[in-house]
């Protein structure tokens, strides 16, 4: 929303947004595996931006995007790691 990238939007906050974006992986093995990507932008960025169809987000945008989700889920599964190794040692 206003440029900003947002993770794990409310659905009253996706639904304002110019698109959205999903991307799933499995960190310990260093993989993406699904990404699905959803919006709209202003023409004038599609032109700047040479986008063909103007119904996507930009690409430097969806790159950015795949860049923050993927970092959260390697954070997410260091968690749940931890907690795991914790939970089996006792």
């Not at 999903?22 to 032109?47: E, H, K, Y």
Request: one cysteine or more.
């Amino acid at each position: 929303m206003g440029g900003d990238i947002w993770l794990d939007p409310t659905e009253d906050e996706a639904a304002v947004s110019q698109g959205t974006f999903i991307l799933s992986c499995i960190p310990a093995l260093g993989t993406i595996t699904s990404v699905w990507q959803n919006g709209q932008i202003q023409l004038a960025d599609a032109i700047s931006v040479r986008v063909v169809f103007p119904c996507c987000i930009p690409p430097d945008r969806v790159l950015q995007a795949m860049d923050v989700c993927q970092d959260r889920c390697t954070d997410i599964h260091s968690v749940i790691a931890q907690a795991l190794r914790e939970y089996t040692s006792t």
